[in-house]
């Protein structure tokens, strides 16, 4: 019996990165995934600034961008439209380049199994993680001393038993992981049953060149009540995909869906369906993300209707979060507390995204929809169309997810994590570090370790230096005494964790150092 300190389940992009993210650290591995292809379906398209940090950090950036199936020249911006895609009325959306100055890199967009690919590929170079593509998990069971997981070869039926001491569910909304570990759910239900097609049009790629720079589409039709006809482009000038709702009990051979793309449109064009499924919209969170020595991340964890783009950004944020805290446990210099706040820390943060944008801009959708019709009120129906084209550059700027509430950080008094709040460059413990150049020219990203890292700005290290020694927590050091780096961070010293959030900053040590080591690593 084979025996991993971590079995992944699941090989999507958020088991892959976490894959990735515990290879680089040395911990060895196992990642099986019932496909032996990714599935060339093209949703998990959008990739935030946040997102492709990840990337950079995983050592595949390049490869990624230079996997994209449109061209960098031609633009992934958005754009949202009343009544019909090609109606009179459209405007700018989701111009996520306008936080850019708060992250280390751009923001891109490409479709998932793309992104799976090059994930993948990234597995081949690391020889502390074992993949078994093409094989499905039948069980999962724990005990004290360890998970054992039972999996079958897909196309022989071969069975294999491993063993692991941790075992991460990245196996989508109907986890085996989740089920096996008792895991609940809370759900909300749309009734709605929704369906996606891909299909083939290079006439609809000519009708849309009056939106230059434009890869996706929001098409708000009144008579939808706030849920979004939507179009977005798998590569330029071919391929497609389309998701919208469609009345209970639609199947594949009872619904006229080019005649239904064709009234989201606002025009006929030829089209080749490559694909027509169905999906039920809810929203889903499990009430913890972990149960003793399993856990679980990604669509495992939450599942929501694909609307923003949040989605793969979330469950690869998960990967990020959980990754260095089984590496710190397995390496000696976590623990048990350390595992326990991935929990608090990720989930909030899913809530306050499901809450506070995907649902609340299906109720904002729908309540506009009631109010504002051009037909009965030109003038005000413009004025508050406007006024959405400026809010959605709010919306964008809103989204922050944060760990203020973790019990690993010492936030503000009454502080909870979340998904909303406002950009800064500040250093501020529970946000995302804001990049920052360096006096040698390096930006601050290209300095971070694998460990904690100690930003220091003409500040004394010294109380940090001998605590980290004698606590065996690897801390990192970096010397800077450009002026600007302390102006904009607005702190002398900022303290790092391993995925790029603040865990503390001041302008000089606190009287106790160890006491904040020993909370920023998950110790009572």
């Known amino acids: 019996m084979s025996t991993y300190p971590v079995i992944i389940i699941g090989g999507g992009p958020v088991g892959l990165g976490l894959a990735v993210e515990l290879g680089q650290r040395g911990i060895r591995c196992l990642l099986i995934e019932r496909f032996l292809t990714p599935p060339p379906i093209p949703k998990g398209q959008n990739l935030t600034q946040r997102t492709m940090e990840h990337f950079a950090h995983w050592g595949v950036e390049d ?33 996520r380049e306008l936080v850019r100055p708060y992250y280390f890199t751009d923001n891109e967009r490409l479709p998932q199994f793309v992104t799976e690919a090059v994930l993948r590929q990234r597995l081949t170079e690391l020889p502390t993680v074992e993949t078994l593509y093409g094989w499905t998990v039948e069980n999962v069971t724990q005990d004290d001393d360890g998970v054992t997981v ?77 849920y979004w006809n939507f179009f977005g482009r798998v590569d330029l000038g071919t391929t497609w995909f389309f998701h919208a709702p469609v009345p209970l009990g639609t199947t594949k051979d009872n619904f006229d869906f080019k005649e239904f793309v064709y009234k989201a449109a606002g025009a006929t ?22 149960n003793g020595r399993l856990f679980i991340a990604g669509d495992a964890a939450h599942s929501h209707p694909p609307y923003g ?4 950004n979330t469950g690869l944020e998960d990967a990020r979060n959980l990754g260095w805290k089984l590496a ?17 820390e990720r989930q909030p943060v899913f809530k306050s995204t499901a809450n506070d944008f995907i649902e609340k801009s299906i109720h904002v959708d729908r309540d506009f929809l009631a109010a504002f019709d051009p037909a009965v009120d030109k003038a005000a129906f413009e004025a508050e169309w406007e006024r959405r084209r400026t809010g959605a550059l709010t919306e964008v700027g809103a989204f922050v997810p944060h760990y203020e509430g973790s019990p690993l950080i010492d936030g503000p008094p009454g502080a909870r994590s979340g998904a909303l709040g406002v950009h800064s460059l500040a250093a501020r413990p529970g946000h ?28 004394d290290t010294a109380a940090f230096e001998q605590a980290a020694s004698t606590l065996g927590l690897p801390l990192t050091i970096v010397r800077d005494t450009r002026a600007g780096g302390r102006e904009k961070l607005r702190a002398g010293l900022v303290l790092v964790r391993p995925d790029q959030f603040v865990a503390w900053a001041g302008d000089a040590a606190p009287d106790d150092v160890a006491s904040l080591l020993r909370k920023a690593r998950g110790e009572p």
């Open 63 to 95: 490869k990624l961008r230079a996997s994209r199936t449109i061209p960098k020249e031609y633009g992934i911006g958005g754009l949202t439209a009343y009544g019909t895609l090609l109606g009179e009325y459209q405007n700018h959306w989701m111009q």
């Open 150 to 226: 039972q999996a079958v070869q897909r196309d022989s039926n071969e069975r294999r038993t491993f063993q692991a001491q941790y075992t991460v569910g990245c196996d989508g909304a109907r986890s085996i992981v989740r089920e096996k570990a008792g895991i609940t759910q809370t759900r909300s239900d749309h009734d709605r049953l929704m369906v996606l097609l891909v299909f083939k049009s290079t006439q609809l790629h000519d009708l849309l060149a009056r939106y230059p720079g434009k890869s996706y589409y929001c098409v708000l039709k009144p008579e939808m009540k706030g």
């Open 269 to 290: 064009f030829e089209m080749e369906f490559d694909h027509i499924g169905f999906w039920e919209l809810r929203f889903a969170v499990a009430d913890n993300y972990r």
């Open 309 to 312: 783009g949040y989605g793969i």
């Open 328 to 344: 710190a446990t397995l390496q000696g210099w976590g623990g048990d507390a350390l595992l326990d706040s991935y929990s608090p």
């Open 432 to 459: 995302h570090l804001a990049p920052q150049m360096l006096s040698d020219g390096r930006n601050v990203f290209d300095a971070l370790s694998d460990g904690y890292t100690l930003l220091a700005f003409d500040a």
